[in-house]
């Protein structure tokens, strides 16, 4: 279907479950309570393939696991108002399980060599419980009224994002059958930390002007890293918590 080029099979489906709830409190005309959690329950069935003609017979690419993960959150905040600033304070905490087990080993363990390979690994490796993790992740927003139609403000908070499955479960293999690319289940959820200094005007009680200035720190985001023993029999990429950067800015907005 679709000529030569057209060498990809994927018959994979992907289940997601979300239930949330969310409750809001007004308590007085200072105090304004929230609070709600979410569960995400994600099933995926992975069956994919290339079918490349410089392959051995049968040694085509194939991708095919199962994983469960899920994802709960539960969040607190509270606004509170006075007629001079206004709060927004908050924490949420965020519980990730790649759930099941996964390969133990060492770096450069020949396991991965074409001897072995990903056809072998169950005899070959000891499998260990994949890692629970939980991250509090503070949050805080502060404004200033200067006149009816103007406010400065400033706006603080930890963010954990969602890993990509391929870097969490994939196990690739090459033409010859050693293990080319592993996921790391065990990698930790990406975080950013930002902060927002700011200044809001009503214009005309038609439009808003926004002028703002941001940094953004970056970290434990997932980075490929190759590893090749000296003989080069064993070559292969893991998904490692490595990068990080920063990012300064000013936003403009009308």
Do not use: C
């Amino acid at each position: 279907f679709g000529g030569h080029w057209a060498e990809g099979r994927d018959s994979s489906t992907v289940e997601v479950m979300t239930v949330r709830l969310d409750i809001t409190s007004q308590r007085n005309q200072v105090a304004q309570f929230k609070g709600g959690f979410e569960l995400v329950a994600s099933d995926y069935d992975v069956n994919q393939r290339r079918l490349e003609t410089f392959f051995l017979s049968g040694a085509s690419p194939k991708f095919y696991w199962k994983r469960n993960p899920r994802q709960f959150a539960a969040y607190v905040q509270t606004k509170l108002e006075f007629n001079a600033m206004i709060a927004n304070m908050g924490v949420r905490w965020d519980r990730w399980d790649s759930s099941g087990q996964w390969w133990a080993y060492e770096n450069f363990t020949t396991a991965f060599s074409a001897k072995i390979g990903k056809k072998n690994l169950e005899s070959a490796l000891e499998t260990a419980p994949v890692k629970k993790q939980s991250y509090f992740s503070p949050r805080l927003g502060i404004s200033f009224p200067v006149t009816a139609d103007s406010k400065l403000f400033f706006n603080y908070g930890h963010f954990r994002q969602m890993l990509n499955p391929h870097s969490l479960f994939l196990v690739d293999e090459t033409a010859q059958g050693n293990v080319s690319e592993i996921g790391n289940p065990n990698a930790p959820m990406p975080r950013t930390i930002n902060y927002e200094l700011g200044f809001e005007q009503n214009l005309f009680d038609r439009y808003l002007l926004r002028i703002s200035g941001y940094y953004k720190a970056n970290d434990d985001q997932s980075n490929r890293v190759n590893y090749t023993n000296l003989d080069e029999t064993v070559l292969y990429a893991l998904w490692e918590p490595l990068n990080y950067d920063d990012i300064r800015g000013f936003e403009l907005t009308l």
